[in-house]
């Protein structure tokens, strides 16, 4: 039972660790204020294309993208700040690729000095497994007597009375 | 970046792509039925599965002579690979520029 459970666990998140040739405080300041630096161009939720990253340095701010035409699209906010060791976001972002403020995954970004020009980052997407019960969530919320299919049936039976 | 077509923020930020998606959320069909649904043409159906099939968000199966598609029903599965493969890159990217800044 216990490595069921840890293998439940373990499916629930994914982890990641790269070591960076640079000093700590440079990593996170690289991260964070530099974001838009890095941040790969193709990863946005926008329909137009991305005109900037941005990860606003400061604990409640948000971290969003910001469109060619002036869009701009949330994907979460900043959970934990603390310079230069640990920052903790949420990702917000369904597997239909919109912003929910009701799902909530995090990340987790950690630097740890590994000398005074070399910083290990780790980094934990937590709660994947809600990805999952968002997608059957959805399902239900379509497929419900509340749903389309709840109210087509309404209609069609308002429809089928006599006059 | 050239392959920013096949990964699933790319698949889905075409707005015709997501609804062919969103359809397909509701239930399979095939190329035939989603084109009378969306004001594309079949050829051009077919395309946009083809990127969401790459992308892993779609799976498809042939039924005598039609091909139906559905979501992937791996759908956690299928996301957990792609933020797997994400953020790989995206740490490569961000390696890269934290060795490039110079101390100031």
Redesign the interface.
């Known amino acids: 039972m216990a490595a069921t459970k840890m293998e439940a666990q373990a499916?629930s998140s994914?982890s990641?660790e790269?070591v960076?040739?640079?000093?700590q405080e440079?990593?996170f300041r690289?991260?964070t204020e530099?974001f838009d630096?890095?941040?790969?161009?193709?990863?946005?939720?926008?329909?137009s294309a991305m005109k900037q990253a941005v990860l606003e340095g400061r604990q409640g701010g948000g971290w969003y993208e910001l469109g060619e035409d002036g869009s701009r699209c949330q994907w979460g906010t900043v959970l934990v700040w603390d310079p230069p060791r640990k920052l903790v976001l949420t990702w917000q972002i369904t597997?239909?690729?919109q912003y929910d403020a009701a799902f909530v995954t995090e990340v987790e970004v950690r630097f740890s000095p590994e000398g005074p020009r070399r910083?290990r980052?780790v980094?934990e997407?937590r709660h994947?497994?809600r990805?999952?019960a968002a997608?059957d969530q959805?399902?239900q919320t379509?497929?419900s007597e509340g749903g389309w299919n709840g109210l087509l049936q309404r209609f069609a039976r308002a429809a089928e009375q006599p006059a | 970046m050239a392959n920013g077509s096949t990964d699933g923020f790319g698949a889905l930020s075409d707005p015709t792509r997501r609804g062919i998606f969103e359809e397909l959320a509701l239930r399979p069909r095939s190329v035939g039925e989603l084109a009378e649904k969306m004001p594309v043409s079949r050829p051009a159906v077919s395309q946009h599965l083809k990127v969401l099939k790459d992308a892993g968000l779609v799976v498809d199966r042939q039924e005598g002579t039609r091909r139906v598609y559905s979501v992937d029903p791996r759908g956690v599965e299928a996301m957990r690979h792609y933020l797997d493969r994400f953020w790989d890159r995206a740490l490569a990217a961000f390696k890269r520029a934290a060795e490039e800044e110079k101390d100031s």
Do not use: C, K, Y
């Open positions: 499916g994914l990641r790269i960076v040739e640079a000093p440079r990593a690289v991260f530099s630096s890095w941040w790969p161009r193709e990863h946005h939720i926008g329909q597997s239909q690729w910083t980052v980094l997407h994947l497994d990805f999952g997608a959805m399902r379509f497929s």
